[in-house]
Nanobody, 116 residues
Framework: QVHLVESGGGLVQAGGSLRLSCAASGNIVSINNMGWYRQLPGKQRELVAALSTGGSTNYADSVKGRFTIFRDSAKNTHYLQMNSLKPEDTAVYYC??????????WGQGTQVTVSS
């Protein structure tokens, strides 16, 4: 089992920045990928950014050059730094951990609202 606790998020004006944090606990040695997803009401959850234990990253085209995913291994925490935010980035953001056993774990979700 992996337990994820998110923090960060909130309301920001367009062009501003926010940082989301996701602290992992439990069987963290089983994690091989961590990432961030977002979801709008009535829509499917979509990948925003992912980070493998090997350090490779993957970003949605819509956030490339604006968002950065990184981790602090000593704190078992990964982050999503979001710069140059746009109103269309407004969504509930979820952190995710995928294990080598094929399990997926999710954080509780945090609202990000970008005003125009």
């Amino acid at each position: 089992q992996v337990h994820l606790v998110e923090s960060g998020g909130g309301l920001v004006q367009a062009g501003g920045s926010l940082r989301l944090s996701c602290a992992a606990s439990g069987n963290i040695v089983s994690i091989n990928n961590m990432g961030w997803y977002r979801q709008l009401p009535g829509k499917q959850r979509e990948l925003v950014a992912a980070l493998s234990t090997g350090g490779s990253t993957n970003y949605a085209d819509s956030v490339k050059g604006r968002f950065t995913i990184f981790r602090d291994s000593a704190k078992n925490t990964h982050y999503l730094q979001m710069n140059s935010l746009k109103p269309e980035d407004t969504a509930v953001y979820y952190c995710n951990a995928h294990t080598r056993f094929g399990s997926n774990y999710w954080g509780q979700g945090t609202q990000v609202t970008v005003s125009s």
